[in-house]
């Protein structure tokens, strides 16, 4: 299955009922396959939006009214709904949104880049907020943590975002996709806007307009946050016992480069690799402990350094960390990648 | 004693932060009014707006949900099309409805969204001090158009109950008034009909209503009523813009 078709499906089998959005490429296959889906299903929503802004608006209407929702852009679009994500935030709204990013900035181009780390993991709207981002780098991960990440919008009442790029939305793989959850199974959900009926009336807002009360609800998402950042952390490891470097890298960047460990591994070059799977929040603390006995860090990313600052933040001075970009939707080679590592490792007289 | 008028069930108990003779006060109870005479209260969902109304959900005492400026129609989409057996309305302003949320507005009348809007003109933004707004007249000092609204420097208003009138998927649009008991009458008479074509599953209803800003108008609650009544109306002509219900026209 296509990476764009088996999100959309993990998201109809976690109970997704509700898909707004607006076309943009790479990832037009999953508003394509939802509209088709979801007019299946009883119940089933999908709008095709005037805008991105209208698009993620309508996603909180539909998360007000308590049911699993999601929509899916690409970096430009992605920018449109940074309003909307911001009031999520505030509004302390469950969602999940698909950016698969392109080579940027401006309109840039369609191919595959990691140029939306910055806007992905800092919020990227007003407002002290953050959000959940995960990075799948194959098609079964990405059915996976599409799956995941509508327990944990709902967990946490966050909006939760799944970072790929045009690779993984069109590859195809073979993928063994979750159950189907019935809707009704799902836990009830006490703070939404349904009608009042048999209770008080209730309502949903950001505007706090007294500064003691917003600096508590601040306080709140915080604490939150930090929840968050210690039950909530997902990392793969790869050849790393023995490492004398290891490769950082996320998503697509962390494919090409287990490519090229496995090569300079038969050249007999100690390298192993460390891939973060939860960008926000960030595995942070495993990093650290890593770099306490692996000394030389290799970050490598598409596009022109961004993971690289929390890297250095985890690690806090204690290993050389070497940065190598390919930024504007280049895919480099294993091959490529398998060079530019080895020359690092000799140069840096590890063999 | 035979009580002959108390605030309706759907008003809180919340007193009004709105300025002495604006009419949000007004059209707030009519609205009361009509989901207590409807019996909606505990199916009406409202989604209020940024703007002078942004508290409103401190006044009505039904379920509330917040939306960012101007996009009141996409958060109300979201609801109606999640709780279709729900009534929804939106509470907006001038510049929220006809400025930064004309194309969430005009697309879910377009696509007939099956709910209700409550648009207030009074010209002018409101709460953040008078500047000038989509349905400042020509000639109207606002303190973005200090000397009066040009149309060579600020375009024309906007008509917008007539454009959406155009959309097929509105069921019922009529422009009214509240500076005049009659015309509040005609108001909630209105509000009522839009309610209930959303009742019947009929698509998008709105009632425009020109609403007194005496703060920034600059002037006394009485002469605001007069200018709705010697201007306003002129560029606004009130009555119903479309009426696909059926139902027999009010003899006004
Ligand atoms: S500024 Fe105008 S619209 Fe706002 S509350 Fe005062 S009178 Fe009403």
Redesign the interface.
Known sequence: MRGNHVIAEAAIRAGCR?Y?GYPITPQNEIPEYMSERLSKIEGG?F?Q???E???I???????????R?MTSSSGPGISLKQ??IS?LSA?ELPAVIVNMSRGGPGLGNIAPSQSDYFQATRGGGHGDYRTIVLAPNSCQEAGDLTYKSFDLADKYRIPVLILGDGMLGQMMEPVELPPEIPVKRLPPKEWT??????RP???????ILDPFEEEEHNWKLMRKYEKISKEELLWETFSIEDAKMIVVAFGTAARIAKGAIKRVREEGLKVGLFRPISLWPFPTKILKEISRKVKHLFVFEMNMGQMVEDVKLAVDGGAEIHFYGRPGGIIPTPLEISRIISSYYYQKKLG | MKKVFSRPKSIKKNPFHYCPGCGHSIIHRVIGEVIDELGI?????G??P?GCA??A?FY?????????HG?A???????????PD?IVFTYQGDGDIAAIGT??T??AAS?GENFTTIFVNNGVYGMTGGQMAPTTILGQNTTTSPGGRKERRDGFPIPLSEMLAVAKGSAYIERTAVNSPSNILKTKRAIEKAFRAQMRGLGFSLVEILSPCPTNWKMSPVEACHWIDEVMVKHFPLGVIKDITGEKKDVN
Do not use: C, N
């Open positions: 509700f707004f929503v709008i939006a005037e805008s802004i209208a698009s608006h309508m996603v909180i209407g539909a998360s007000m009214a308590g049911g929702v309003e909307g009031f509004l806007i349904t009608g009042a009926k048999g009336s209730r309502f949903i807002r950001s505007l | 209260q505990e199916i009406t969902i989604v209020p940024a942004v508290l959900y009505f005492d039904v379920d509330m949900g917040e939306a960012s996009r129609a996409a958060v109300a989409t979201g609801l109606k099309r999640a709780l729900r194309a969430e005009i697309h696509r």
